[in-house]
């Protein structure tokens, strides 16, 4: 059915661009309808809501700084880069330090001809340019510094090891047993530790490696007593220490990119061995219904013995941030092979929502929401750590949003996306695969709802990628998370177009704000050639 265009009453931009407020005025729109698309609420439009926060700090004078009114052409942006000058006693360039410029952001992956992200940060949308620039700099200090620009940010292949037959693993929990540990802190989730080791005792060692999710079995072996052991024949296998194996998300962006990768170097035959848990198993059926046959599922605690057979394990790190892209297209084929469907149509403008749908509800539940000394919003189904932005606020980020669909011409529908359905069940991989598949455009909060972006068009061309735009902690705002915390660092081997803002200095762990300014100018920057 034809809905009629409604008057909307947009946030004034204001002409200083460091007065960033989240208060965006009130956005009155009368129509709210709601739609479901493979399960996913579409809104059609908002309600009223407003909300406020500090204005943003002044900017901090550096010659470096990015100024609002710098150029750079198509497939570049204006950022931090290597500067390199002629060596004293030699004719060869050597780098010396970060200056700023035009940079190419993306490269072309020779493999797959897929445009990729060739930057450690992407486009920071922030009307303080102080701010841009410690985002870019803390980016590229966390992917290896200036050097790490020679090789492109990417790091190196991990190194393999493969040990002879009647070798070990086993990966170690110590909860409720730390006596028996010589580190107390290790827990099989987000404190790693495994042990690979030879029938007569050698454990594995890496060259030049610091093995920090690698321990001598002896430190840990007690942990076993009374728990399995078991004892594979006839095969080679190789051994996966997973990085918080139980949640969706850091399965996603720290295990599979590794096991996709392991799957490609070893043959067909081999037997993997991943950590048991629910949504580990659930998502390797789901990528791929015939893997899980060549799949044993281990326990904390069991040890496994490879008995005529080799053992191979690598030396990756627990989370993969660093890695850029060169663990991600592997994951990206793995994905492609048994899930190939591409939207070159039908596409849809998808907003992440932590909490309840915006809008959502008629009359007597949005006023219970909005009104005075209403509950906290209903996180979505995996929401686990906060992080919700103000529903009163909410309302105001989707109406900005709207209007900036309409002022761009974008006919895209714009679809509500919690991870849930009506009846607060997670929705089917297939449909978020579905919905992720459909995108054009992602908008939201940093959560392990936007993990979902590993399911977007794995082969893009750089005029087809989907545009995200994250919300993200800040120099302000380090109280609601750690410092810039988002999924460009452990995913941007995506190829998105990523974009990112940061959260208001009124956030907190619980509760978060955005600049509405800042959001409209980003939406603007990405859909500029709809003008």
């Known amino acids: 059915m034809a809905t009629p265009a409604m008057p909307q009453m947009l946030p004034e931009r204001k002409n200083d661009p460091v007065d960033q407020t989240a208060n965006g005025g009130k956005i009155?729109?009368?129509?709210?309808?709601?739609?479901?698309?493979?399960?996913?609420?579409?809104?059609?439009?908002?309600?009223?809501?407003?909300?406020?926060?500090?204005?943003?700090?002044?900017?901090?004078?550096?010659?470096?700084?990015?100024?609002?009114?710098?150029?750079?052409?198509?497939?570049?942006?204006?950022?931090l880069r290597p500067k390199v000058e002629e060596g004293p006693s030699s004719r060869r360039r050597r780098l010396q330090e970060l200056e700023m410029g035009c940079v190419e952001s993306t490269r072309i992956e020779p493999e797959d001809d897929t445009c990729v992200n060739a930057l450690p940060y992407g486009v920071m949308h922030d009307a303080r340019p102080s701010e841009v620039l410690s985002y870019q700099e803390y980016q590229v200090k966390m992917a290896g510094g200036p050097a790490a620009s020679r090789r492109g940010y990417d790091g190196k292949i991990p190194d393999v090891a493969t040990l002879p037959p009647g070798s070990s693993f086993a990966n170690w929990n110590c909860r409720q047993r730390e006596d028996m540990c010589e580190d107390r802190g290790v827990n099989g989730v987000n404190k790693i530790k495994g042990s690979a080791w030879t029938a007569d005792g050698k454990d594995v060692e890496f060259f030049g490696y610091r093995p920090g999710r690698w321990a001598r079995h002896e430190q840990y072996w007690k942990l076993n007593q009374g728990r399995k052991t078991t004892e594979l024949t006839g095969v080679d296998v190789v051994a996966h220490t997973g990085f918080f194996p139980p949640n969706f998300g850091h399965i996603l962006h720290d295990n599979l990119p590794a096991v996709a990768w392991l799957r490609s170097i070893v043959p067909d035959r081999?037997?993997?061995?991943?950590?048991?848990?629910?949504?580990?198993?659930?998502?390797?059926?789901?990528?791929?219904?015939?893997?899980?046959?060549?799949?044993?599922?281990?326990?904390?605690?069991?040890?496994?013995?490879?008995?005529?057979?080799?053992?191979?394990?690598?030396?990756?790190?627990?989370?993969?941030?660093?890695?850029?892209?060169?663990?991600?297209?592997?994951?990206?084929?793995?994905?492609?092979?048994?899930?190939?469907?591409?939207?070159?149509?039908?596409?849809?403008?998808?907003?992440?929502?932590?909490?309840?749908?915006?809008?959502?509800?008629g009359a007597r539940e949005r006023a219970r929401r909005l009104g005075d000394g209403a509950p906290?919003?209903?996180?979505?189904?995996?929401?686990?750590?906060?992080?919700?932005?103000?529903?009163?606020?909410?309302?105001?980020?989707?109406?900005?949003?709207?209007?900036?669909?309409?002022?761009?011409?974008?006919?895209?529908?714009?679809?509500?996306?919690?991870?849930?359905?009506?009846?607060?069940?997670?929705?089917?991989?297939?449909?978020?695969?579905?919905?992720?598949?459909?995108?054009?455009?992602?908008?939201?909060?940093?959560?392990?709802?936007?993990?979902?972006?590993?399911?977007?068009?794995p082969f893009p061309t750089c005029e087809e990628r989907v545009k995200m735009l994250e919300f993200i902690p800040g120099?302000?705002?380090?109280?609601?998370?750690?410092?810039?915390?988002?999924?460009?660092?452990?995913?941007?081997?995506?190829?998105?177009?990523?974009?990112?803002?940061?959260?208001?200095?009124?956030?907190?762990?619980?509760?978060?704000?955005?600049?509405?300014?800042?959001?409209e100018r980003a939406l603007d920057d990405m859909w500029a050639e709809n003008i």
């Open 28 to 79: 009155t729109l009368a129509l709210s309808l709601v739609l479901i698309l493979a399960g996913a609420p579409i809104l059609l439009s908002s309600s009223d809501g407003s909300s406020s926060s500090p204005a943003a700090d002044a900017p901090v004078a550096d010659k470096r700084i990015l100024q609002p009114s710098q150029k750079c052409p198509p497939g570049m942006i204006y950022g």
């Open 270 to 361: 081999t037997i993997f061995l991943l950590p048991d848990t629910k949504t580990f198993r659930s998502l390797v059926h789901f990528i791929d219904p015939e893997f899980p046959k060549r799949v044993y599922w281990y326990q904390p605690n069991e040890i496994i013995t490879v008995k005529d057979g080799t053992l191979t394990v690598s030396n990756q790190r627990q989370m993969y941030g660093y890695m850029g892209n060169t663990l991600w297209k592997y994951l990206r084929h793995w994905i492609a092979e048994n899930h190939p469907k591409r939207y070159l149509e039908e596409r849809t403008i998808v907003y992440y929502a932590r909490g309840i749908i915006p809008g959502g509800g």
């Open 376 to 457: 906290p919003p209903k996180a979505s189904a995996n929401t686990k750590h906060g992080r919700l932005l103000d529903p009163r606020h909410e309302e105001d980020v989707v109406a900005t949003i709207r209007a900036a669909m309409e002022r761009h011409g974008r006919e895209e529908k714009l679809v509500f996306f919690t991870g849930s359905n009506k009846r607060g069940d997670i929705l089917p991989f297939e449909v978020q695969l579905d919905v992720f598949r459909r995108a054009s455009t992602i908008i939201g909060p940093h959560g392990s709802g936007l993990a979902n972006i590993a399911w977007t068009d």
């Open 475 to 519: 120099s302000d705002s380090a109280q609601v998370q750690q410092l810039y915390n988002g999924y460009y660092w452990n995913m941007r081997g995506m190829p998105l177009e990523w974009h990112q803002l940061t959260y208001a200095a009124n956030s907190t762990q619980d509760t978060t704000y955005i600049r509405l300014p800042d959001l």
